[in-house]
């Protein structure tokens, strides 16, 4: 089958490699020439694990090519997938920019009957118009179909996720489509469910909503254990081992980010207001989470009032571990707090150091040497949970530090650890020890 992935962030990338590695001939298109040219020598923009392996693999076998032509990437493709990104509009609704143009281009520029499949988080409804725009827009009387394909790949283990998913999606109204995508999809062995292409849309939505709700759950109860005395991680080991509750997504911390939750859920709660529906669940999933990424600040002035002219180290700037990208990133909101107070920061992360610098500039530090990070400073906020971070020892915490304060906003170390040291630590959802 001949695919084309149109639009190549990290859904598109991701897909097209590893749909290369299931042997198909896959071209990605994208307008973005720089992009394209670092591809083309086998080299990924984004850092995620296997990743640019796979790449290498699969261009040298001649089944993986990138171009920024339309007319090339469209003409004779059987099957395209739309992985452009919808991004939030200031008000939280959805931008179907990119969606619009792909849709217009495709339609000029297909010379045959194709399956579209839409993989980018879209509104439900959104497939109907790339329908319509498609079939009114096309140069001849191609049959074009439209499929809602949602992804669930997670950053940092996307490679593993498209091979060893829960499940595919596949929303669709034409079962001869759907039996395409499902052999397409056969050899990963992963459940299909097949709905209608209006559910397909809300499945994404949903599932970003649930996992985000989870997380904001279990951040309200670490916030009344911190009151009583109770032991967050112990609490969610004891929820999580009925299956009915799962034990995934039940890590307290200081707050979701990244490219998806935070978007999808206010998109989700837009969605509702259109239809007269408030969402009042998923606002407060979207307050909590606001009010976990100012604890880290709100904590330290409790125990140092005014940060200005103090060292402060921030470690962790990506928004997870095994992952270079900061969007929606917990450092970011606290470091931005931390320039306000005119705190002289130090950053540490072991790959979103460039990403940073881009978004903040030099009016801090930055370092990929978690020792280099603690020289001297007085306040160590952790923001995330790196495996360097969470094997670096305490005790040099109490080497490198000036009387430390940490404050462990993915609680990175057990109680038992933190009791042996003579450090002021504050985690959330657990005792502060000093
Ligand atoms: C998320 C979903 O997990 C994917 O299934 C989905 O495909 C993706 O969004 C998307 O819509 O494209 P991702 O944003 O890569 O994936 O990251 P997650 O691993 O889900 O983590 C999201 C955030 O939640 C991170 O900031 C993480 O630190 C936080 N988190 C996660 C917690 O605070 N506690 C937890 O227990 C789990």
Not at 55 to 59: G, H, P, R, S
Not at 66 to 71: A, C, E, L, Q, V
Not at 150 to 167: H, I, K, M, Q, T
């Given at each position: 089958m001949r695919i084309t992935v149109a639009g190549i962030g990290y859904v598109g990338l991701v897909t097209a490699v590893c749909l290369a590695d299931l042997d198909h001939e896959v071209t990605c298109v994208d307008l973005n020439k720089s992009k394209i040219d670092m591809l083309q020598t086998g080299r990924s923009p984004i850092y995620e694990p296997d990743l640019e392996h796979l790449?290498?693999?699969?261009?040298s076998y001649g089944r993986l090519f990138?171009?920024?032509?339309?007319?090339?990437a469209y003409k004779e493709a059987d099957l395209i997938f739309i992985t452009v990104g919808t991004p939030a509009n200031k008000d939280g609704t959805v931008d179907l920019r990119y969606i619009t143009v792909v849709a217009e281009t495709i339609a000029q520029q297909i010379t045959n009957d194709v399956i579209i499949c839409t993989?980018?988080?879209?509104?439900?409804?959104?497939?109907?118009k790339i329908k319509q725009i498609i079939d009114n827009l096309k140069a001849g009387p191609f049959i074009t179909t439209v499929i809602s394909n949602?992804?669930?790949?997670?950053?940092?283990?996307?490679?593993?996720?498209?091979?060893?998913?829960?499940?595919i999606v596949i929303g669709s109204d034409n079962p001869e489509a759907s039996e395409t995508m499902e052999k397409l999809y056969a050899p990963l062995h992963i459940p299909v469910i097949k709905t209608d292409i209006r559910s397909a849309e809300m499945i994404k939505y949903a599932s970003n909503a649930f996992l985000a709700t989870k997380i904001s759950f279990i951040?309200?109860?670490a916030a009344i254990c911190e009151k009583l005395d109770a032991n967050i991680d112990e609490v969610a080991v004891g929820i999580g081992s009925d299956k009915r509750i799962g034990n995934h997504f039940l890590r307290a911390g200081?707050?979701?980010?990244?490219?998806?939750?935070?978007?999808?859920?206010?998109?989700?709660?837009?969605?509702?207001?259109?239809?007269?529906h408030s969402f009042e669940l998923l606002d407060a999933v979207i307050k909590v989470n606001n009010r976990q990424q100012s604890l880290p600040i709100k904590k330290a002035k409790e125990v140092i009032p005014s940060l200005a002219g103090k060292k402060v180290s921030v470690l962790g700037l990506a928004f997870k571990p095994g992952t270079d990208d900061i969007r929606e990133s917990a450092s970011l909101k606290i470091m931005k707090e931390l320039l306000q107070e005119k705190a002289l920061i130090t950053a540490y992360d072991p790959v979103a150091v460039p990403n940073m610098q881009k978004e903040l500039g030099n009016n801090l530090s930055y370092t990929n040497d978690i020792c280099e990070a603690l020289w001297k400073s007085e306040l160590a906020i952790i923001s995330t949970e790196w495996e360097q971070i969470k094997q670096f020892p305490l005790?040099?915490?109490v080497k490198y530090m000036k009387d430390p304060v940490i404050i462990d906003g993915r609680n990175c170390y057990s109680m038992d650890e933190v009791k042996k040291h003579s450090i002021h630590y504050i985690s959330i959802g657990r005792p502060t020890h000093i």
């Open positions: 790449l290498e693999k699969n261009i990138f171009t920024t032509n339309p007319k090339t993989k980018s988080t879209v509104p439900v409804g959104t497939n109907e949602p992804e669930f790949l997670r950053e940092g283990s996307a490679v593993f996720d498209f091979f060893y998913g829960d499940r951040n309200e109860i200081i707050g979701y980010g990244g490219s998806c939750f935070p978007k999808d859920t206010k998109a989700l709660a837009q969605l509702a207001g259109n239809v007269q005790s040099l915490y």
